[in-house]
């Protein structure tokens, strides 16, 4: 028979009508709503069982304690331990990112000879001739880790130099050490007894020092009082972070802040607000009211309020000679509540940024931040975890990424006593990584290891039985009936803290104002941070919230 | 939505939301399935066919549509509202009974008396046995001159009144020729014969009520000449106009004479095609 | 015509004078080109996702709300056009009924079209019908609109069937006298279906306690905007009708439609403006002197911020609203046809501003004292999509009037209505 | 019982260091987008720095971590969702957003007065091998779909399988602090149990110095803010009800 239009058409409306009661198109409508819901190219997070473990952060000479969870092998998550004694549980922003930086696409993979591939022989080939050829010049970013003494100790074999870049915090404290002669790196603030701090453009509530040492300090003692237990002036031209939150903001003109430290000087000594005998600033107080942009009552008055509540420290954000005077004349050097030594022994470090005379070869830590480029025409050995692009090496030597390889944590620049605690290795890199120490234990096996010095320190620690070891409670080192338990309770994340060393415990030589220095100050937020890359997650902070500004320069 | 399905929970808002929306779905769905269904009913029960004339009648214009009284001039002006079956109208006697004054079929056109007319220009002649010849009258014959193809009913097919008799192909036009009353096709001729169907009507064929709808006598005249001045409008552009108007004889096989006139309306007008 | 180009004379309705194919091919070409370009931009917008827009966290509705709620507001003339025919029967307004039909389909098939791009998980759409939340009125705007489209397409129905071609075939043609029979009751349900979702448009912004610019009280569980909304889109929908058939007549150059259905369409639509401007002011005075300042915004905030000053408040109630109410409903104005036809604009591009106001302005304005003001300009994508469904709608309305006999009350050609006197 | 999780958010103490946005992009698997701008990006945990816009030494500034404020009465966001892919859990008072539920039509976004909630405008997605350093705990959430703070709801299950496993029926408070409390360096942002009036929590909601943005709308926030600066508190109020140049200046018009 012939189908005519009609047919066709009464078939396929009975085929419609039909198919809504057999079970397909309810399927596909189940279906789509899976499908909807679990694409393939949505990633799937790690599986396996989270076990949380303590380590301390190895991006920074801050070390702050680390609270990180691990599944299959791979870092999860990272947090602060609360029971940490310095950092109390704080970190930096970048820090809660810092687990997904072993991704990073700068990662460095492979050895680099001036921007090609190359492997690791090479690189030790070309090493050992320029060891035979010449000295060698070590550079540590982070000194008085255990390795930090195997990269010294090849140096001196080799009578190379070894030569540290110091951070921020360290670098102001410079002047100090040209008056008392204790190195600058053994200095801190004693800020947990200050009544009243000036800080001259320091960020102090914005990645100075330690997160969460002073941040922690100010909000328990000072945010939101009207006359707080710890008062914070912030001396700045802008109103930063720190001048925002901090009790009193004083702004200066641009760059005047040496100036109103004379002047607040002047004022001191003029009315005999100080005990401390301190030299004169030969500026007259009517030009710093002018330069400064304040006027001479304000400066007056800034003067009364600041003794009103001692004891007073003023912190710079550079090496400002002025500021440390001030501190002098305020009696603040030495003293409790001030800028105190932190250990006894004494141990001073050949700043990096002084021109290297002769040198074959220059090797670099990846401790060093990235920016730092050594004015020398030696073949530059360089080992980073990520590679940030410009060509400042002619070797660049994959190292350990975060928390791939175990160290010890020695004490925040900033402290005013000793602390000391070991970061374990919770993740394996997936490529062949090398830190400089072991690279160099390579070439010269008379080398101790980390391991051996570390062990040692501890020993050390055990047998000084001063400090406490800090984890969730608090045990002092002379409980511990053997130096291994302590090693293991170090290893587990508790932290060691030594005691302060009792004033006076400097002496400081000062007899005229000193004249102005170039002076060179921290760059901001993340100066700290060694790693030419940011966490990805910063972009929170950066692009997607407009919250921080990329700190120019750095981190690009 | 559906108890079972995770959370779901009875509130008044569910109960009220969705029982309109249901009431709601379920009105349109019923009527859209109760106008299927009628649709259907109306094809078992034979009504389709009437129907679709009803509409197509309803669509004609006004023109095409006056009653025959009006043809036969024995009413000034009156719209047929009968879809042209006389029978089932009861002003038809009303009517029937007044003098005619129309006049004869002419125009050189053969309309045989003994025959009767459907407005789609059929013929239907009345034979003794009981059945009936149907054919295509003069003026469509003239029109179309020979038909290129012609699409017959299968015999013993049964036909409604209205319905497509039989198809004719003219240089590409489909002609549709609608039946002059309802029967089964016994016989099919053709151009040749003079006739093209032989049917047995659905009722007596001697019974006056049969054919009452259908055309004769003065009427015819009328009609033609209505449909005379309707071609002569349709086809005025072109020159042959006169030889409509002046009631000279109409050129037979006009579709050829005049092929780039508007057949497609002219035929529609013609064959009673909405 | 000659007999070798093609020709489409078949599928016209007998009688109708159209323009020649190739003439009316060329009309739709450019059409055609936007659509096309509309279709990619659409096509871009679901492969790569919403980020081709220019929307964002804070701007999350855009360009494309703004046109859902437009056309949706412009096509309220198909559903009151019917009310008005076939539930308080007024007969003189069936000659425009089928076009109101038409409109109300493109109108509504465009927007739904629009939706379906808009949201980020269009093959989700249907999770609304299975986990509904019946205080939202989205569920209720999502219900109703799938609804009524599908009344639109069943009225719509027999309009197609009466094509020339379609009509041969007496199934179909059967069909439509059937389904032509029950159009009331779908008329019925239509109006139903259409005031919910009209109002329920409005509520959506209505309710937004969040958005004090948009937030009203109301009576029940509706906000007053939601009436408004209704109000607004049946005053405007005549007057929407108007222009179209105007529009068709100058393309056209044909007269379709009488003057006293242009005139009594004029009056509905003046009329129910009239209504809809005092009712607006009331609930405007209401909400700066009561519902803003109770949840503690003082009512000149929202107009401190440009472009959005007052002088658009008085746009949209006097020149937008008092004006081409008096022009449409008093009689000497509304008896010239330029005067008529320029008011019936006024009205439709006063419902246009309130949508985009109630839209646009109420994600602009800041809620949070320290919220700046934001400005969104919409991508190329949204805007080809935008021009997409104004091409859409002008090629169904070309090819439904070429083929389909939607003015049957036309001098021209038969018709159903015309039997009826 | 029934909780009523919420927080106090010292704004004195918050110095805008921005670790609670990190922390909690990473508990949450939050992607950090290239393309991601502050008008697209996600950061269900928002610092905004807001100033009294004075100049010169008048200035003052603050630091406003905005969040889902989880609001109680009349949630703008949970009516409004066609297809209840937002929910207020009686039991702890947290709005939860459903990602595998929700359709993106993003009515809840124009819903929130806060501007809280987020979109996903683009597909999750990291560098080669970073998705394994991505939380287990949280799934990741896919293209086209809204999201928001739900006060990490995968710790407060951990919290309470927990204390299952112990056998408790209440979960132990130290269990249970979002990823942002536990990361705030000063202490600023504290959470508790509301309905808890031992809570020291909601002891502090009580403050004087405690209020709540925009609580005139009538929602019921659940996050706190603290201030002692008087212009801070004035920030809850809308335009009107604070100082500015805007303000001072349209009052006289």
């Known amino acids: 028979m012939k189908v005519s239009r009609r047919d066709l058409l009464v078939w396929s409306a009975g085929a419609a009508a039909g198919l809504m009661v057999t079970p397909v198109p309810w399927r596909v409508l189940d279906d789509v709503s899976i499908w909807s819901q679990n694409w393939p190219w949505i990633p799937q997070p790690a599986r396996g069982p989270v076990d949380v473990k303590q380590s301390a952060c190895t991006l920074c000479p801050k070390g702050c304690g680390l609270r990180v969870r691990v599944a299959g092998g791979f870092l999860v998550g990272v947090a602060g331990v609360a029971s940490h004694p310095v950092t109390r549980g704080a970190l930096c922003p970048l820090a809660f990112g810092a687990h997904q930086l072993n991704w990073h696409p700068q990662r460095l993979r492979t050895v680099l000879h001036r921007r090609s591939v190359s492997t690791w022989n090479a690189a030790q080939m070309a090493f050992t001739k320029a060891c035979s050829e010449g000295p060698v010049v070590v550079i540590d970013g982070y000194p008085g880790r255990a390795a930090s003494q195997v990269l010294e100790s090849f140096a001196k074999n080799r009578r190379g130099e070894y030569r540290v870049v110091l951070s921020a915090e360290t670098r102001a404290l410079a002047p100090y050490e040209r008056w008392t002669g204790v190195p600058a790196a053994l200095l801190g603030y004693d800020v947990e007894n200050a009544g009243t701090i000036v800080s001259f453009g320091a960020p102090l509530l914005d990645g100075w020092g330690a997160p969460g040492h002073f941040t922690r300090l100010w909000a328990d003692r000072a945010a939101g009082m009207n006359d707080p237990q710890l008062r914070l002036i912030q001396v700045e031209p802008t109103l930063s972070r720190t001048a925002s939150r901090a009790w009193q903001w004083v702004p200066v003109r641009n760059g005047s802040e040496a100036v109103l430290a004379a002047g607040i000087a002047g004022v001191l000594l003029e009315e005999h607000l100080v005990s401390a005998r301190g030299p004169k600033p030969t500026l007259s107080l009517t030009a710093a009211g002018e330069q400064t942009g304040l006027g001479i009552d304000a400066i007056r008055g800034l003067a009364r309020t600041i003794v009103a509540r001692p004891p007073v420290v003023a912190i710079a954000n550079d090496d400002s000679p002025e500021v440390a005077a001030l501190n002098v004349v305020l009696g603040a050097v030495g003293a409790r509540g001030g800028i105190v030594r932190r250990s006894r022994e004494n141990k001073s470090y050949l700043a990096a940024d002084t021109p290297i005379s002769s040198a074959r070869a220059v090797v670099i830590d990846s401790s060093v931040p990235w920016d730092f480029a050594p004015k020398t025409d030696a073949e530059v050995f360089r080992f980073a975890a990520w590679d940030g692009g410009s060509g400042s090496a002619d070797w660049l030597l994959p190292a350990p990424g975060f928390l791939e390889e175990a160290t010890d944590v020695p004490a925040a620049p900033e402290l005013a006593v000793q602390s000391f605690a070991l970061a374990p290795a919770l993740t394996k890199a997936q490529h062949e990584v090398r830190s400089a120490a072991l690279f160099l234990s390579g070439i010269d096996s008379a080398l101790p290891t980390a391991e051996e010095i570390i062990h040692a320190r501890c020993q050390q620690i055990f047998q000084s039985r001063v400090g406490m070891l800090c984890s969730r409670e608090q045990t002092p080192v002379s409980r511990f009936a053997a130096s291994q338990k302590l090693e293991e309770q170090l290893w587990a994340g508790a932290v060691w803290v030594g005691e302060p060393v009792g004033p006076p415990n400097l002496r400081c030589e000062l007899k005229e104002w000193p004249t102005p220095s170039t002076s060179t100050r921290g760059e901001g937020w993340s100066s700290s941070w060694t790693a030419p890359v940011l966490p990805p997650l910063a972009s929170k902070l950066v692009e997607e919230s407009g919250l921080r500004q990329r700190a120019e320069g750095r981190l690009a | 939505m559906f108890p079972g399905i995770d959370g779901f929970h009875w509130t008044v808002g569910h109960v009220l939301f969705l029982s309109l929306f249901f009431a709601v779905a379920l009105t349109i769905l019923t009527t859209v399935a109760s106008a299927v269904w009628r649709t259907v009913r109306d094809f078992r029960s034979h009504r389709a066919i009437e129907l679709c004339w009803k509409e197509d009648f309803a669509d004609l214009p006004a023109s095409d549509r006056r009653c025959r009284h009006e043809l036969a001039g024995r009413v000034i002006s009156r719209t047929c509202d009968h879809n042209f079956d006389c029978r089932s109208c009861e002003k038809y006697s009303k009517f029937a009974v007044l003098p005619a004054t129309g006049l004869a079929p002419s125009l050189g056109l053969n309309y045989p008396a003994d025959r009767f007319y459907h407005r789609g220009h059929t013929w239907v002649k009345a034979e003794e046995d009981g059945t009936v010849t149907i054919g295509l009258d003069d003026l469509a014959e003239h029109l179309i001159g020979d038909a290129d193809s012609i699409k017959l009913p299968e015999l013993g097919s049964e036909l409604d009144i209205n319905q497509t008799a039989w198809r004719i192909e003219k240089n590409r036009n489909e002609i549709r020729v609608r039946a002059p009353l309802e029967g089964t096709v016994i016989a099919v001729g053709g151009p040749k014969e003079g006739w093209f169907l032989k049917m047995r009507p659905r009722w007596d064929v001697h019974d006056p009520m049969t054919l009452r709808h259908l055309l004769r006598g003065r009427e015819v005249g009328g009609w033609l000449s209505k449909e005379m001045e309707r071609l002569q409008l349709q086809l005025r552009p072109i020159h042959t106009a006169p030889s409509l108007a002046d009631g000279g004889v109409l050129l037979p096989g006009l579709m050829d004479a005049v092929p780039d006139a508007n057949w497609d309306a002219v035929l529609a007008a013609t064959f009673l095609e909405p | 015509m000659s007999s070798i180009t093609f020709s489409d004379s078949r599928w016209i309705a007998r009688g109708a004078e159209r323009a020649s194919f190739p003439r009316f091919i060329s009309w739709l070409v450019p059409w055609v080109i936007i659509l096309a370009v509309g279709v990619y931009a659409a096509g871009l917008c679901l492969y790569y996702g919403l980020n081709q827009t220019n929307m964002d966290n804070r701007f999350a509705f855009g360009l494309w709300i703004f046109l859902d709620l437009g056309i949706i507001a412009l096509g309220a003339g198909a559903f009151f056009t019917g009310f008005l025919v076939y539930i308080l029967k007024r007969a003189e307004l069936k000659p425009i009924l089928n076009t109101a039909v038409v409109v109300g389909l493109i109108c509504y098939s465009g927007a739904v079209a629009i939706l379906m791009i808009d949201v980020g998980q269009p093959l989700r759409a249907w999770f609304t019908f299975w986990h509904p939340n019946t205080h939202s009125m989205l569920t209720e705007v999502t219900f109703c609109i799938s609804c009524y489209l599908l009344v639109l397409c069943l009225e719509y129905i027999p309009l197609l069937l009466r094509n020339r071609q379609l009509r041969r075939l007496p199934s179909f043609l059967v069909f439509e006298h059937q389904l032509h029979k029950l159009v009331p009751v779908l008329a019925a349900v239509g109006t139903l279906l259409s005031f919910f979702h009209q109002g329920s448009l409005g509520g959506l912004y209505g309710v937004l306690r969040g958005r004090p610019f948009a937030y009203r009280h109301g009576f029940l569980i509706w906000p007053s905007t939601f009436f408004l909304f209704i109000l607004s889109a049946i005053a405007t929908g005549p007057s929407f009708l108007m222009l179209v058939t105007a529009t068709v007549e100058k393309v056209t150059g044909k007269r379709l439609v009488a003057d006293k259905v242009f005139r009594r369409l004029g009056l509905i639509s003046g009329v129910l403006l009239a209504v809809y401007v005092a009712a607006k002011s009331i609930d405007t005075l209401i909400w700066i002197n009561i519902t803003s300042p109770s949840v503690g915004f003082a009512p000149w905030e929202y107009y401190m911020h440009k472009p959005f000053g007052l002088p658009i408040l008085f746009a949209e109630i006097v020149l937008f609203g008092l004006l081409p109410a008096f022009l449409l409903a008093y009689r000497r104005t509304a008896s010239h046809r330029g005067v008529l036809l320029s008011a019936a604009a006024l009205a439709c591009c006063g419902v246009l501003l309130n949508r985009f106001v109630l839209t646009v302005q109420t994600l602009a304005l800041p809620t949070l004292s320290f919220d700046e003001f934001l400005q969104y300009t919409p991508s190329w994508q949204e805007v080809a999509s935008f021009g997409g469904v104004i091409a859409y709608g002008v090629i169904v309305y070309s090819l439904s009037y070429r083929y389909l006999p939607l003015f049957s009350a036309q001098p021209e050609g038969g018709g159903k209505d015309v039997s009826g006197h | ?253």
């Open chain 4, 1 to 253: 019982m029934s909780a009523r999780y919420g927080m106090v958010i010292d704004l004195d103490r918050c110095t805008g260091c921005g670790s609670c946005m990190v922390a909690c992009a990473a508990e949450n698997n939050v992607p950090a987008l290239p393309q991601a701008t502050t008008r697209t990006g996600l950061t269900p945990m928002l610092v905004r720095r807001v100033s009294n816009e004075r100049d010169g030494a008048e200035r003052r500034e603050v630091f406003i971590p905005i969040l889902c404020m989880h609001c109680e009465r009349e949630t703008p966001c949970v009516s409004v969702c066609p297809q209840q892919a937002v929910e207020v859990d009686k039991a702890t008072g947290i709005v939860m957003q459903m990602p595998q539920r929700c359709l993106g039509c993003r009515y809840c976004m124009t819903a929130c007065a806060y501007h809280a909630r987020y979109f996903n405008w683009r597909d999750p997605a990291w560098p080669a091998g970073m998705e394994k350093s991505l939380n287990p705990a949280v799934a990741v959430r896919m293209r086209g779909v809204v999201e928001k703070c739900n006060f990490c709801h995968g710790r407060l299950h951990a919290a309470k399988e927990k204390a299952a496993a112990a056998s408790k029926r209440e979960i132990d408070p130290a269990d249970y602090v979002p990823a942002c409390v536990e990361a705030c360096p000063t202490g600023a942002i504290r959470f508790g149990n509301l309905a808890d009036t031992g809570d020291p929590v909601s002891h502090e909601a009580r403050s004087p110095y405690a209020f709540r943005l925009l609580a005139r709308l009538g929602t019921e926030p659940k996050v706190y803010y603290k201030s002692k600066e008087a212009w801070v508190r004035q920030l809850a109020e809308s335009v009107s009800g604070r100082e500015t140049e805007a303000s001072r200046e349209m009052k006289h018009v």
